[in-house]
T-cell receptor
Framework: SQTIHQWPATLVQPVGSPLSLECTVE??????LYWYRQAAGRGLQLLFY??????ISSEVPQNLSASRPQDRQFILSSKKLLLSDSGFYLC????????????FGPGTRLLVL | GENVEQHPSTLSVQEGDSAVIKCTYS??????FPWYKQELGKRPQLIID?????GEKKDQRIAVTLNKTAKHFSLHITETQPEDSAVYFC??????????FGKGTRLSVIA
């Protein structure tokens, strides 16, 4: 069966520090991968999605970037964190179609101080 | 692009009553409509979905209805229980772009 992992589970970082969050999927090949951010008590904001290695689509211009170095690995990065980057970061995957069931990872809770 | 509106933003019901959450979408090409439940501090999880070739789908106490003409779909929860308390998200996709989510409904079931 398929499994999605995210780490770290929680992170406290100072303003201006770099960020790297990792997501990996097991048990499937060539998935679509997604990064969402959820501010406290708010909805799901799609940040990036990828349909294949090296292919990244950005939904929101900001100080974050994403990379997909391997088929089942998706990385979210920042060179300098802002206070507004605090939130719950969720990775998700689907099969090769956008209308296949989307499964979310356990999330990373980021607090920027 | 697609736009999904979800109402209400908060909903309180007595245990045993029914709850209804409604969503409207803008892209007439959308034909996949999932619903997710997110408990406090957890990840969203799919609870039911519907595709445009059917008008209604049921799974025990949960049902979803779809009206393609009016471009709206609804989640119905019957005989609500305290464990139904969560945030519920609707979403829509035409197949050409990722899911577009509504802003969520916080459901509280009062025992």
């Amino acid at each position: 069966s398929q499994t999605i992992h995210q780490w770290p589970a929680t992170l406290v970082q100072p303003v201006g520090s770099p960020l790297s969050l990792e997501c990996t999927v097991e048990g499937t090949s060539n998935p679509n991968l997604y990064w969402y951010r959820q501010a406290a008590g708010r909805g799901l904001q799609l940040l990036f999605y990828s349909v294949g290695i090296g292919q990244i689509s950005s939904e929101v211009p900001q100080n974050l970037s994403a990379s997909r170095p391997q088929d089942r690995q998706f990385i979210l990065s920042s060179k300098k964190l802002l206070l507004s980057d605090s939130g719950f970061y969720l990775c998700a995957w689907t099969g090769t179609g956008y209308q296949e069931t989307q499964y979310f990872g356990p999330g990373t809770r980021l607090l920027v101080l | 692009g697609e736009n999904v509106e979800q109402h209400p933003s908060t909903l309180s019901v007595q245990e045993g009553d029914s709850a209804v959450i409604k969503c409207t979408y803008s892209d007439s090409a959308s034909n996949y409509f999932p619903w997710y439940k997110q408990e406090l501090g957890k990840r969203p999880q799919l609870i039911i979905d519907i595709r445009s070739n059917v008008g209604e789908k049921k799974d025990q106490r949960i049902a979803v209805t779809l009206n393609k003409t009016a471009k709206h779909f609804s989640l119905h929860i019957t005989e609500t229980q305290p464990e139904d308390s969560a945030v519920y998200f609707c979403a829509a996709s035409s197949g050409n772009t990722p899911l577009v989510f509504g802003k969520g409904t916080r459901l509280s079931v009062i025992a």
